[in-house]
Nanobody
Framework: QVQLVESGGGLVQAGGSLRLSCAASGRTFSKFAMGWFRQAPGKEREFVAA????????YYADSSKGRFTISRDNAKNTVYLQMNSLKPEDTAVYYC????????????????WGQGTQVTVSS
């Protein structure tokens, strides 16, 4: 079992940056691939980025490529999402999620979820 807690959300102007963190409890964090997803009001949850258990592989949604970077520090049981050049359409609740070993862009393949952190980008 793993518990996930996101932080780092907030209000930022378009073009600005935020770094989200997701801290995991438990000693098996290094076995989990981690993903970031987001959900805006009235919209479906969508994939943002994912990283494999050892950080060797990363995956990005087309909307994230070139602007967002996912990384992890297994010694700190934490995964990060660095978001640059933010746009108003990035406004959403951002969730981190965990599944064993390899990353996935499908939200229903993740077993553990955090409570989410709000990101609001003003124009």
């Amino acid at each position: 079992q793993v518990q996930l807690v996101e932080s780092g959300g907030g209000l930022v102007q378009a073009g600005g940056s935020l770094r989200l963190s997701c801290a995991a409890s438990g000693r098996t964090f290094s076995k989990f691939a981690m993903g970031w997803f987001r959900q805006a009001p009235g919209k479906e949850r969508e994939f943002v980025a994912a990283i494999s258990w050892n950080g060797d592989s990363t995956y990005y949604a087309d909307s994230s490529k070139g602007r967002f970077t996912i990384s992890r520090d297994n010694a700190k049981n934490t995964v990060y999402l660095q978001m640059n050049s933010l746009k108003p359409e990035d406004t959403a609740v951002y969730y981190c999620a965990a599944r064993y070993w390899s990353g996935s862009s499908s939200w229903d393949e993740y077993d553990h979820w955090g409570q989410g952190t709000q990101v609001t980008v003003s124009s």
